[in-house]
């Protein structure tokens, strides 16, 4: 069964382009991952400081191994000192 997750980012005020530019990298090492269908970066029209990354899996498993893999952790590292706030990670299903 495909998922989707969401994951909901508040980036600190003037970060913005840091931000997407260490989401752009992380999205091109994770087009080779297996289980990986696709993925877009959104950004709210009421507040500029909220990011969104939607990727799409074949299956739970895939996305839980992408989660711990260390080339992830290691830009989700460049990441937290950008964000205002944890993120919010959403993982869904259609019915």
Known sequence: ???KVLIERHVKKGR???LIELLNKMRTELIS???YVLGELLQ???DKSTIFALSTWLSTLDWKSWEGD???LKI???IEPLLSE???LTIATSF
Request: aromatic content about 0%; charged content about 25%; hydrophobic content about 25%.
């Open 33 to 35: 991952q297996p289980g």
């Open 70 to 72: 260390p080339t992830r």
């Open 86 to 88: 944890s993120p919010k």
């Open 1 to 3: 069964m495909m998922v």
């Open 16 to 18: 913005e382009g840091n």
């Open 76 to 78: 989700v590292s460049k």
């Open 44 to 46: 709210s029209l009421e």
